[in-house]
């Protein structure tokens, strides 16, 4: 999934990213409150992680504006130590969850998961469709009971599509999840990448939907 990070100290910055990105996900950083305030008005994210002591606009203003503006992704936030005043604003502000600093990385993965898990239809961490089994906590596939070796962006794209089965996504919607920036994107890789997951999957598994893009048989 795709999750920007808001966060102005760098070397918390730094860690966020590399453990989020390594639980399988695309990250995209934003290090002062208003860089991150547009980036999650005008990008789609499937969660957000917004510290509030941000330097050009605080935390809660930027989450005021989101939601003033209809964005509903789940957001966690990340408050200050013994801060009880911060959390009870922040969720009134339209926080899903928070977290106090310090926190444990281990800690931030479960509640991110959880907030994922709401967006999703399923109920676990392990996903299921037809005989494809995928563990998002530890980034791994069996297909009928057999581990699976994908690459981060092949694990990508099928966590993704697993997200919703049947769903049909589009080439630009999978490129965007795939690349954070728009300079990388090219949706003709898409095609590379749905064609090495075709081998590695049960024959049918992947649907091209003509004129629309791919979806997952449920
Ligand atoms: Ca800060």
Redesign the pocket.
């Known amino acids: 999934m795709r999750i920007l990070i808001i ?3 760098a070397q ?1 910055q730094a860690q966020l990213a590399s453990a989020v990105a390594a639980a399988g996900h695309t990250v995209e950083l934003a290090s002062d409150g208003q860089e991150g305030c547009y980036l999650g008005e005008v990008e789609s994210f499937d969660a957000v992680i917004l ?4 330097p050009l606009m605080d935390g809660l203003s930027v989450l005021r504006h989101w939601r003033a503006q209809g964005c509903s992704m789940p957001v966690l936030i ?1 408050t200050a130590r013994n801060s009880w005043q911060e959390k009870v604003a922040g969720m009134d502000a339209g926080a899903d969850d928070y977290l106090a600093k310090p926190f444990h990385m281990e800690e931030l993965l479960a509640r991110l998961r959880a907030l994922l898990r709401r967006l999703s239809p399923h109920a676990s961490s392990i996903w299921q469709c037809r005989d494809i089994r995928l563990d998002t906590r530890q980034a791994s596939v069996w297909v009928q009971g057999q581990p699976l070796n994908l690459t981060s962006h092949e694990f990508k794209l099928l966590a993704l599509l697993m997200q919703q089965p049947g769903q049909v996504f589009s080439r630009s919607q999978l490129s965007e999840h795939l690349y954070p920036q728009d300079s990388e994107r090219d949706s003709n890789t898409i095609e590379v990448f749905i064609g090495r997951l075709r081998k590695k999957l049960p024959s049918d598994s992947i649907e091209t939907v003509r004129g629309m893009g791919y979806r997952l048989r449920s």
Do not use: T, V
């Not at 510290?51 to 941000?54: K, T, V």
């Open positions: 966060e102005d100290e918390l510290d509030l002591g941000l990340l």
